[in-house]
């Protein structure tokens, strides 16, 4: 009976100790940032970003040849930095939207920590330098959210409506997406960061689109759909693609739904 007890304390000290190792390390595991300095790139204007709490964010701003039909604000998801996002940003521009992309705190050379009260500092900044210093009137701006990114421009969205809303591969809240990932550990209990996507975008009225892969291997598909029924958006389906395939990067149904949420 001793030793049977003695194992079970082990096993409940190694749980413990496996949960409190979570705990703490649990941002490293949401966030994984490319932290190398963007240089400037090709075709977009080199930009920095003040958010409220007084970091300095590195953007780019690409503008198309004519005057642009609207703008898109571009939210990254929780990987890689901007530079990743060029190719979008340059095919949005030929077809002639001004973009914005920017980094989040801890990610491109930024200074900080990426959380969940940071990014929305982060898209803060990024929105008020389109308002305040390039003057984009507000009814012109379309949100573009990418994974975690739907989470971002989902929460601005409530504070400051924009002309439409594009979520690539939205997941229903944090808690949901990492049950998936780590479905022997008690996510809900343990993250610190929620980002509620569903229950945030079923409380807005914006024209939305969401774009899926339909072998997602990362947000589930089922999640995006319960998304996309939850904000009444239109759907676009891309069957065969995961999470981080090209045609979901900077595909044709991608700049095809982006498109169609500009303002007429």
Known sequence: MTRTVQVLLGLVLVAVLVLALVWIFQRRLIYQPDTTPVPALPGAEDVRLRTADGLELGASFS??????????????????????????????????LAVLTFDYRGYGGNSGDPDEAGLALD?????????????VPPERILFYGESLGCAVVAELALEH?????????????????????????????????????????????????VVLGGRDSIVPPAQSREVAAAASARLVEVPDADHNDPVLLEGPELLDAVLSLVPR
């Open 161 to 209: 409506p924009p002309a439409g809303l594009l979520l690539r591969s939205p997941f229903v809240d944090l808690a949901a997406v990492g049950a998936e990932i780590y479905p022997y550990l008690p996510v809900r209990l343990l993250l610190r960061d929620r980002f509620p996507v569903r229950d945030e975008v079923a409380r807005l009225r914006v024209p939305t689109v």
């Open 63 to 96: 503008r198309p040849a004519q005057a642009p039909q609207a703008t898109v604000l571009v939210a990254n998801g929780n990987g890689g930095n901007r530079a990743g996002r060029a190719p979008l940003a340059a095919k949005l521009a030929r077809a002639g």
């Open 123 to 135: 898209v803060r900044a990024a929105y008020r330098f389109l308002v305040e210093d390039r003057r």
